[in-house]
């Protein structure tokens, strides 16, 4: 159980584009997910958490115009990033958190991360 | 602000051999301490999750300890084997707070 599905895997295109990632509970609704980046032999910085049904919180440092947060429902959140350029090349990781009573006490459950190349 | 530090940041061993990863964090006031593991290009698999209250969790050939007061956690992976090599991440978690700081990581190798 627990599953976590992240789509693409792998995306490259060319700078100025937008991209769209999607992050999906399979058999579980999250409540919250959470969107990290990730670069080369460096640990998961936390880009943003959202909260389904409201605006995301992001982290310091983050542009929310740039990268878009949307979790409109109990098992999807996206994360668009907007007029992509090289320096925004880097492996983004989504992880969910189940909901209900106790929910701040859940684990995250990870996706399988996505491979963006801006040329 | 949480700082988590790994050492070593890679780790080469022959097959059958133990390994210890460590794990330090800088405040204290941890809920818990989680450990990954990170497969190239994939996301995380939880391996084990430590509450503050306890001092060691098992699973088969992993054990993870954690003392609060100086910081640490450690884990140790018994009988090494191929399979295990990947990049082995720890994550804490301070009481009031929702969100993970993670290591950059322990790149670990078992060669055959």
């Known amino acids: 159980g627990a599953v976590v599905s992240q789509h693409p895997s792998w995306v490259i295109c060319k700078s100025g584009t937008s991209v769209k990632i999607e992050c999906r509970s399979l058999?579980?609704?999250?409540?919250?997910m959470f969107w990290y980046r990730q670069f080369p032999k460096q640990s998961l910085m936390l880009m943003a958490t959202s909260n389904e049904g409201s605006k995301a919180t992001y982290e310091q440092g983050v542009e929310k115009d740039k990268f878009l947060i949307n979790h409109a429902s109990l098992t999807l959140s996206t994360l668009t990033v907007t007029s992509a350029h090289p320096e925004d090349s880097s492996f983004y990781i989504c992880s969910a958190r189940v909901g209900g009573t106790g929910a701040a006490n859940q684990p995250q459950h990870f996706g399988d991360g996505t491979r963006l190349s801006i040329l | 602000k949480q700082e988590v530090t790994q050492i070593p940041a890679a780790l080469s061993v022959p097959e059958g051999e133990n390994l210890v990863l460590n794990c330090s964090f800088t405040d204290s006031a941890i809920y818990n301490l989680q450990w990954f593991r990170q497969d190239p290009g994939k996301g995380l698999t939880s391996l084990l999750l430590i509450q503050s209250s306890q001092r060691e969790q098992t699973s088969g050939r992993l054990n993870a300890s954690l003392d609060k007061s100086s910081g640490r956690s450690t884990l140790y992976i018994a009988a090494s084997q191929p399979g295990d090599s990947a990049t082995y991440l720890c994550?804490?978690?301070?009481?009031?707070?929702?969100?993970?700081?993670f290591g950059a990581g322990t790149t670990v190798t078992v060669r055959a």
């Open positions: 994550a804490v978690r301070l009481v009031g707070d929702y969100k993970l700081s």
């Open positions: 058999d579980f609704q999250a409540t919250t």
